[in-house]
């Protein structure tokens, strides 16, 4: 499933009274990347975030479906029963992704790539597809259609026209590539970014909590949410760009309701898939996925169409309290 684009930041660092801190961004996966690093060394820091940033183009060229011949343009162009090699990368990102797809029992799926060309005009507007196109798009979706071989660290596909897109979970992975490498750098205080909807903080800056950030409803303004402070962990957010739908992979129907949502877990990948899985997820099947993994916590803002703001209803799961979430 396609991330959707938020409309303002989810998640906004608050660093400026970091004492020692170092701040590097660099543009890659059609947002901005940034690493916030607390080191009293400014270039060894300098040169750390830049060896990051390489990764993330490096990554970039290689999970993009945008880009010709990188591995996820040649899944795409796959034909049954061939086999294709992929690099270590893609390879991981497909296991996360089919881990992710069946915790949530489809609702995030990676393949939604031919629901989303039915159900959107060349300018991504809504539109109401043919029965026929439907059936067919739905014929082409479903990650259990990708046959993956660990052994091998090749890919076939099971159905002719499957489309891939690691839209929903790209950045998140590619954020914590950047946090192993700065590891091996030897830097561990440090928050990472990937245009704020995946944020993954290492270690806490001395004397503090953890890293401040603060969520923010991206419907109203300014409006905050909670503010946080946490290491060790990564905050993921997904919402609703004005004037689209949403594509629940599951039924293939568009979903209305639901503006944004969050995810905190242990790694930004499945964090980023997460929090784009929640958008489509009923409330009963969130609680249950947060009841079974005790690691993982969401929030949710459910709206009905033509509601005012004062009616929405914030739905939390999980472990939240401990982020001091205001009530």
Sequence with gaps: MTKPKPQTPYVESDCGAVAGMRRFSHEAMATTFEVIVVHDDERYAGQAAAAAFEEVDRLEAELSRFIENSDISRINDLTVGEPLVLGLPTFECLEISRRVYEDTKGAFDITIGSLLKCRRGDEGEPRTPRQEELSLAREHTGTDLLRLDAEEHTVEVLSEGVQVDLGGMGKGYAVDQMAKLLREWSIDVALIHGGYSSVLALDGPADMKGWPVTMSDPGKGKRTLAKLHFQGR??????????????????????????????????????????????????????????????????????EQGEEAKKEKILRFGQWKKYELPK
């Design 234 to 303: 990564a905050l993921s957010g997904s919402g609703v760009q004005k004037g689209r739908h949403i594509i629940d992979p599951r039924t293939s129907r568009p979903i209305k309701g639901r503006r944004a949502a969050w995810s905190s877990t242990p790694d930004a990948a499945t964090g980023d898939a997460l929090s784009t899985a929640f958008m489509v997820m009923a409330p009963d099947e969130i609680k249950q996925y947060c009841r079974c993994h005790p690691d993982v916590s969401a929030i949710v803002i459910l709206q």
